[in-house]
Nanobody, 127 residues
C-alpha cells in the first residue's frame, strides 16, 4: 500500500490559481508514475495529468493543457498540480493516483491503470 494524501484545494474565483499537493509515505514513491484525476458531481472520473517516475515526461488532458502543470519531487515524496487560469468547469474533487509498476515510463490516462488512490481534495471555481 502507498498512502496518498492530497491537499491544497479550496474556493477560488475564475482566472485564479491553486497548487495541489499529493504526499506519499514510504520509500517506494520515487519509483512510481503518478496521475491526477478529477470527478465532478454526477460525472465520471476524468483524467487530468500524468507524470513518469523521474518527472521527466508529462501528459495532459486537452482541457487543461497550457493551464495546468504537473511536477514530481522524489526527495519529498510529493507530486504537485499547479492550476492556473481556472474556470468554473474545473470544479471537481481532485485525486492523485500511483501506478505501482517500478520505474514506469508509460503515462496512462485510464483510472484502471492506477493502483493506489488518495481521498481527494475539493476545488471549487466561482464565476
Amino acid at each position: 500500500q502507498v498512502p496518498l494524501v492530497e491537499s491544497g484545494g479550496g474556493l477560488v474565483q475564475a482566472g485564479g490559481s491553486l497548487r495541489l499537493s499529493c504526499a506519499a509515505s514510504g520509500r517506494t514513491f520515487s519509483r512510481y508514475a503518478m496521475g491526477w484525476f478529477r470527478q465532478a458531481p454526477g460525472k465520471e472520473r476524468e483524467f487530468v495529468a500524468a507524470i513518469d517516475w523521474s518527472g521527466g515526461s508529462v501528459y495532459y488532458a486537452d482541457s487543461v493543457k497550457g493551464r495546468f502543470t504537473v511536477s514530481k519531487d522524489n526527495a519529498k515524496s510529493t507530486v504537485y498540480l499547479q492550476m492556473n487560469s481556472l474556470k468554473p468547469e474545473d470544479t471537481a474533487v481532485y485525486h492523485c493516483a500511483a501506478n505501482a509498476a517500478p520505474y514506469g515510463s508509460r503515462l496512462y490516462d485510464l483510472p484502471n491503470r492506477y493502483d493506489y488512490w488518495g481521498q481527494g481534495t475539493q476545488v471549487t471555481v466561482s464565476s
